[in-house]
């Protein structure tokens, strides 16, 4: 015997529902702006929001471990990443390539997860421009004097870097 046509048993089953994709979030502002501090204060009280590590080829500092706040690569194996189209964007700063990879945070954003991305100027325009839905965060310095004063309290650069820093600071903040 076959069910009637508004038997509920009848009716097609309903599609799987969609998941939502995640949004990025682009955090910026100068070198030695707080963008870091930011992040750590903010990040824990956020739920499950994937933090994308940066890739970089700069020497690690002391107590920065490989996969925590950088992976730590050879020139080579990063210049090889461009080439692969492996990074949603990279960028040379004071000698330095940086760059975020581009699987990790394309899976999470697939699967549903908001990203935070914290990156210098020049990335966050790219990826601006691999995700125009991307939202962007500048953060801005209390003042130049203080930025620098900030700089130097790291004691992690040379004077000609620390002046590189700033003169760049000057530029993004423009």
């Not at 046509?5 to 979030?25: K, Y």
């Not at 189209?85 to 908001?114: C, I, K």
Request: no cysteine; charged share 30%; aromatic share 6%.
């Amino acid at each position: 015997m076959r069910a009637a046509a508004n038997d509920p048993d009848d009716t097609p089953a309903s599609p799987a529902p969609t998941r939502r994709r995640g949004i990025a979030f682009v955090m910026t502002g100068a070198s030695g702006v707080g963008k870091d501090t930011i992040r750590r204060v903010a990040v824990p009280d956020l739920g499950e929001l994937f933090y994308s590590i940066s890739a970089t080829t700069r020497a690690r500092r002391p107590g920065e471990e490989h996969g925590v706040q950088y992976y730590f690569l050879a020139k080579e194996r990063f210049e090889g990443l461009i080439a692969e189209d492996g990074l949603l964007e990279w960028a040379e700063y004071v000698g330095d390539y940086y760059g975020t990879p581009r699987a990790p945070v394309e899976a999470a954003l697939d699967a549903g997860r908001d990203v935070l991305l914290e990156l210098e100027l020049a990335g966050a325009r790219q990826v601006k421009a691999a995700l125009p839905e991307a939202v962007m965060i500048f953060i801005a310095p209390p003042s130049l004097a203080e930025l620098e004063r900030r700089l130097r309290g790291r004691g992690t650069d040379d004077e000609a870097k620390i002046q590189k820093r700033l003169a760049r600071a000057r530029e993004e903040i423009r």
